[in-house]
């Protein structure tokens, strides 16, 4: 594998500071794609948390930067929030700034998807065909394109377990994650987050509509067993995708292939008050 030695990997999250370690997940995730040694360095950068995006060129020396958009879709953090907040740096205008496809939009998520829901089945000994699967993405009502990204992997799930209730939920638009759970009343049920970390939206929004554990301490994968008339129900919420150990890779091809195809990324100039 190739090595360069003149560009600086940035990790770039939406990030949260509603604990300690919000970002863990991401931090852990740039210590690996760092100990692969392909990059002169690798950076997370945060929209909510530090480094901050802002200030993110304090911690590089490199004339080069590749962006790598930690996130679910192109939309409206991608195209307007993140390059104005890169901007802002003293030193961005000295910088060869490139971005890479989105992570969380690879085509191998949705068989590591594939795969863990497959993992919960056969660990908590449930049938496809009493389970309904229900993929959570954030959405948000500001881009109707942040969906979409969603959708396609939803589509990918439901051929993947054609025996079970599929459903698709979003934090931000409709249909909304609380009343898709609400509407779950047999069987069992799997609920695959479509994000990024451990911030309040994986430890508090999802597994609160879920009726499972939450708060910042809560561990993944969370899975409850409740008794019901029809016996025992078990609801499992799988990992967010910081903590997926494939994301080292992918985040490395897809780095890679902006540095070889010369992805630039344009920041907007900055009005002077």
């Not at 490199?62 to 409206?76: F, I, R």
């Not at 439901?158 to 698709?168: C, E, G, Q, S, T």
Request: charged fraction near 20%; charge should be negative.
């Amino acid at each position: 594998m190739a090595k360069f030695d003149d560009v600086t990997l940035v990790l770039g999250a939406h990030g949260s500071e509603a604990a300690t370690d919000s970002n863990a997940p991401v931090e852990d995730l740039a210590t690996q794609i760092r100990s692969a040694d392909v990059f002169a360095n690798v950076v997370p950068a945060f929209l909510l948390g530090q480094p901050n995006m802002t200030n993110v060129l304090e911690k590089v020396t490199t004339p080069k930067v590749v962006v790598v958009p930690l996130m679910t879709s192109s939309g409206y953090y991608l195209n307007l929030v993140i390059p104005k907040k890169l901007a802002e740096n003293a030193d961005a205008g000295n910088i060869d700034w490139l971005i890479s496809s989105v992570a969380g939009m690879h085509e191998r998520v949705a068989q590591l998807m594939v795969e863990r829901v497959n993992l919960r089945l056969s660990q908590n000994e449930i049938a496809e065909s009493d389970t309904t699967i229900v993929l959570v993405g954030h959405g948000t009502r500001r881009n109707r394109n942040s969906a979409r990204s969603t959708f396609a992997l939803f589509e990918k799930i439901k051929l993947a377990f054609p025996a079970a209730r599929n459903r698709v939920a979003f934090l931000d638009q409709d249909p909304e994650a609380n009343l898709v759970a609400a509407s779950i009343v047999e069987g069992h049920t799997v609920v695959v987050p479509f994000l990024i970390s451990r911030g309040p939206h994986t430890t508090v929004d999802v597994p609160v509509a879920f009726g499972l554990p939450s708060g910042p301490g809560v561990q993944f994968p969370i899975i409850q067993k409740t008794e019901s008339r029809g016996g025992v129900r078990v609801t499992v919420c799988e990992q967010p995708m910081a903590y997926y150990p494939e994301m080292t890779d992918i985040c490395i091809e897809i780095a890679t292939e902006a540095v070889d195809s010369n992805s630039r990324l344009t920041l907007p100039e900055l009005e002077i008050v």
